[in-house]
Nanobody
Framework: QVQLVESGGGLVQPGGSLRLSCAASGSIFSINVMGWYRQTPVKERELVAAISSGGTTNYAESAKGRFTISRDNAKNTVYLQMDSLKPEDTAVYYC????????????????WGQGTQVTVSS
């Protein structure tokens, strides 16, 4: 089976930085797009940033200029560097990945991590 495990969340002061990591493991033949989403108790889950296997990136307006998404294809890992953090960035951050588990089927599936809490507060 496939697992996505996030790490790197925590408490940071406004203006600070955090780096999130998400490693995919298990039955993986190929990974297409990997992304980061976030959710709060009062807001639906929203896309923060995404990156294709070729390195093409897409950012939410709120993340542009402050966050950087990257990936290491050899490690099946995606990262989110978050700088100039604001209190409104406080949320649970989830990674997801579009994965083809085996070479014997052309099916792709979306997998999610368990989430990591990011709190921006003084």
């Amino acid at each position: 089976q496939v697992q996505l495990v996030e790490s790197g969340g925590g408490l940071v002061q406004p203006g600070g930085s955090l780096r999130l990591s998400c490693a995919a493991s298990g039955s993986i033949f190929s990974i297409n797009v990997m992304g980061w989403y976030r959710q709060t108790p009062v807001k639906e889950r929203e896309l923060v940033a995404a990156i294709s296997s070729g390195g093409t990136t897409n950012y939410a307006e709120s993340a542009k200029g402050r966050f950087t998404i990257s990936r290491d294809n050899a490690k099946n890992t995606v990262y989110l560097q978050m700088d100039s953090l604001k209190p409104e960035d406080t949320a649970v951050y989830y990674c997801n990945a579009n994965i083809r588990p085996t070479a014997y089927t052309a099916s792709w599936y979306i997998f999610w991590g368990q989430g990591t809490q990011v709190t921006v507060s003084s």
